[in-house]
């Protein structure tokens, strides 16, 4: 016998009703900002990883793509995150440079959506955040090869070992095949939970050196 899986039903009126009713969030006219006021917020009350972000990209048959990555940066010029460059997501970059960022913050019901070109760091910038990593996690960017076939847990293992003994107790430096590349949005979209899914949408796009704000239906 096939079990269902648990998907919850449709929130009945009750439900709805007992939903907190944000109110106005989108405050000021500029989206960076608003972006920021969300994110301080979203640090606060998700459990982990308010910078994790879905990215989605696109493969050379147009067939879309997409994973979490985690947001490292973001001003003016952009979002910024790192990655192994001959992995999936790098690769499809390098052959078509534009790409969309989901994030999604479940404890405060909002999400915001970038879309634009996307341009790798210079190496100074990768360099500099590679540094921050640690140790271990900077051994682990030598040892995988990121979206590549594995043969078993073993094989990566015994390729960490091998990196961690070749660098000794030295400095480990950014591979060649690992940087970052950062999103710079020509879109933005900011939602927030209401009830009844009759949600507020605000979109941002650009217009010139500013941007132009436009509400959009649910
Ligand atoms: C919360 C979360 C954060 C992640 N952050 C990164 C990241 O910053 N960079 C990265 O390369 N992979 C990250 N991953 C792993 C990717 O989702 C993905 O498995 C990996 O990058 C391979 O993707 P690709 O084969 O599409 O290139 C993260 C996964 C999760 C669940």
Redesign the pocket.
Known sequence: MSKKPLIPPSPSAEAYRADEDQGEVFTGNDPLALFLDWFDLARKKEP??AN?MA?A?VDPDGAP????????DIDAGGLT????LE??????LAVRPKAALCFHWKSIRRQVRFRGPVEPVDAAEADAYFATRARDAQIGAWAST??RPMEGRFALEKEVAKQAARFGLGKVPRPPHWSGFRLSPVEIEFWVNRPFRLHDRLQFRRAGEGWKALKLYP
Not at 81 to 84: D, G, L, P, R, S
Not at 87 to 92: F, N, Q, V
């Open positions: 982990n990883d994790a990215l990209t793509n997409v994973r979490m990555v985690l947001l490292k995150f790192f990655t192994n992995s999936a997501k790098g690769s499809e990121q979206s």
